[in-house]
């Protein structure tokens, strides 16, 4: 699984990161869904290559599918 390592640690780790950094190349806003953490949203596959990269060290490349920004 592509995120079979990744914990709630690595999430909140990957919020931080993208308040801290913002967008990784390749990314850009969600067009559908949200996360939804302290009141503020934040997109998800953005969040998820942070909180994989701290879990696995894959690198932050846009690895998902669906639609490309």
């Known amino acids: 699984m592509l995120f079979d390592q990744v914990t709630a640690q690595h999430i909140l780790q990957g919020i931080k990161d993208f308040k801290e950094k913002g967008y990784p190349d390749g990314f850009g ?3 559908t869904y949200d996360v939804h953490h302290e ?3 934040y997109p998800p596959k ?3 290559a942070y909180a994989n990269y701290h879990a696995t060290g894959r690198a932050l490349e846009n690895y998902f599918k669906g639609r490309a920004k």
Do not use: C, Q, T
């Open 39 to 41: 009141g503020k949203l």
């Open 46 to 48: 953005a969040i998820m």
């Open 29 to 31: 806003p969600s067009s």
